[in-house]
Structures are given as structure tokens and as C-alpha cells.
């Protein structure tokens, strides 16, 4: 029985490669790439009927929701140290037998006992202790915050206005300077009381019919200048603007102002007190 088996199934088409079925096509399609068989070559018995039906089912490949899934290798599976032989990484975990390296670490820059690197190398330069650092602001930007509403170009522009409306950043160590980048967009007057400005700037700005002070604040006049509120949740009174120290006398053009102002300095009048009292004359 075995002998006629083996010849009624020596009759079937043999491939050595199955089809490339692309999973995407409906089924109809898909069988259709299948190997055609005659019903001339396949008789009744049901042996050779099973058998050409598993060849037919393996060629077949559908893609399915539940087949999904990573390529072999694609996850390497994590080493867990110290969790027993099996792993190749128990006992020691790959620290060895005892010594500083299998108990702790080594101080950052341990080289065994040599001369380490950071004092091989010589030094260079030194770090200035008078040194000023200042933000810089281009008059391009603060003309793109004037066209955008943020910035109201009748009243006078502090550091304070430049750090609410976010042309500079949040902290501001030593002060503002104003660059020239940008100056052509300036075609209206601005006023603004700044620490630095280059020459191109103050000519923009001058041309314009606008004007820029330079002024003085330590750093606790910044802190009165840019928050105020501070002060106040402390319960303390806001300081007295600091002067300028000698070597920056010459670098500014005033003491700075606080609370910050609104009008420049030119356009400050001095007003009589209200509380003076005219006293009538004897006569």
C-alpha cells in the first residue's frame, strides 16, 4: 500500500521554491500564483488528497494580526548580573575576586597612582574678576516686537520692557548691550535706556529722532528694577539707584532709575509738592 502511495503522489508537480505571495492581493489572486494541478495526476484515494492539500496550504502566506511581530534579533534580552551560573554573570557578576573595583568605584581622574592628565597639561590664561557680561538685543528685534503690538514705541523701552516681552532672556547678569543688527528696520523714534550700545546703534537710533541712555544698576538694582515684588512680599522698602563705580563713570551716561521708569529722562518735569503751605503776611 505504502509502494502505490509513493507513485500516486511521485505524479504531483514538484517545486522547490514556493511562490512569492505577496499578502496584500485578495485571495483569488493569491491561489492563482499557487501550482496548478491536473485531476488527471490526482486519483481518489484519500492519502494523495491530503497530501496535495498540504501542499497547497503551505504555500499559502496571509498576513494576519496575531503573525505580527519583531524579526529574530531584533530585542537582545537584557543580562541580569547576579542572578545565578545559567547566566554566564552570576556570583562576581563580572567584578571579579575582592579589591576597590569589585567593592566601589575610583575617584573620578584616578589614573593607578601616575600624574593625572588635568596636571600634566599646563595652565593657560587666567579668569578676569572685573569681567561684565551683557546680553545683546539688535534693534531688528526689538523693531519686529514693535510691529507685532508687544512693544509700545511711544514709551520709553527699559531692560525691563526687553525682559517681559522676551527680547532678551530671563536673567541678566551684568546688563543689556544694543547691537546694530537690523538698524534699517528703524524708521520711527525710540527711546531707551540701556548698559551698552555700539556707535551703529546710537546712530540708528539718533537718525531715527529717537535717543538711548546708558545707565547704571549693581545687581540689587536689577532685582529692584526687573522685580519689584519682591520687595514688597519681604516687606522691605525698594533700595536707592547705586552710582556707578569710578572706572564706569566715564562708560555711563546716568544712575539708573527706580521703579523702572515710563517717559525718558528729558521729558521729566519737576513739579511743585502739594503739601507746601502759603503762609498769609502780617500786613
Do not use: C
Not at 549693581?218 to 514688597?232: I, M, S, T, V
Not at 569710578?246 to 528729558?266: C, E, N, Y
Request: charged residues 25%.
Amino acid at each position: 500500500m505504502w509502494r502505490r502511495l509513493s507513485l500516486l503522489s511521485a505524479k504531483l508537480p514538484i517545486r522547490r521554491h514556493p511562490p512569492i505571495i505577496n499578502p496584500l492581493l485578495p485571495f483569488p489572486k493569491t491561489l492563482a500564483l499557487l501550482p496548478s494541478v491536473s485531476n488527471a495526476s490526482i486519483s481518489t484515494s484519500p492519502f494523495t488528497q491530503m497530501a496535495a492539500m498540504g501542499s497547497a496550504s503551505t504555500t499559502v502566506s496571509l498576513l494576519r494580526l496575531n503573525d505580527l511581530r519583531d524579526n529574530k534579533g531584533a530585542r537582545k534580552q537584557k543580562t541580569r548580573k547576579g542572578r545565578g551560573i545559567g547566566s554566564g554573570k552570576g556570583k562576581t557578576a563580572g567584578r571579579g575576586h575582592k579589591g576597590q573595583k569589585a567593592r566601589g568605584t575610583m575617584k573620578f581622574g584616578f589614573e593607578g597612582g601616575q600624574t593625572p592628565l588635568r596636571r600634566r597639561l599646563p595652565r593657560r590664561g587666567f579668569k578676569n574678576r572685573f569681567s561684565l557680561t551683557f546680553q545683546p538685543v539688535g534693534l531688528g528685534k526689538i523693531a519686529k516686537l514693535i510691529n507685532a503690538g508687544k512693544i509700545d514705541s511711544s514709551e520709553l523701552i527699559t531692560m525691563k520692557t526687553l525682559k517681559e516681552t522676551g527680547a532678551i532672556g530671563k536673567q541678566i547678569k551684568d546688563g543689556v548691550r544694543l547691537m546694530g543688527r537690523g538698524a534699517e528696520h528703524i524708521k520711527w523714534p525710540i527711546h531707551l535706556e540701556v548698559t551698552r550700545v555700539t556707535v551703529r546703534a546710537k546712530e540708528a537710533v539718533d537718525a531715527a529722532g529717537g535717543s538711548v541712555r546708558k545707565v547704571y544698576y549693581n545687581k540689587l538694582g536689577f532685582r529692584a528694577l526687573l522685580k519689584p515684588e519682591w520687595f514688597e512680599k519681604k516687606g522691605r522698602l525698594l533700595p536707592k539707584a547705586a552710582r556707578p563705580p569710578p572706572k564706569q563713570q566715564d562708560k555711563v551716561d546716568s544712575t539708573g532709575r527706580l521703579p523702572a521708569p515710563t517717559k525718558p529722562i528729558s521729558f521729566i518735569t519737576e513739579q511743585q509738592p502739594e503739601d507746601t503751605v502759603t503762609v498769609p503776611s502780617a500786613s
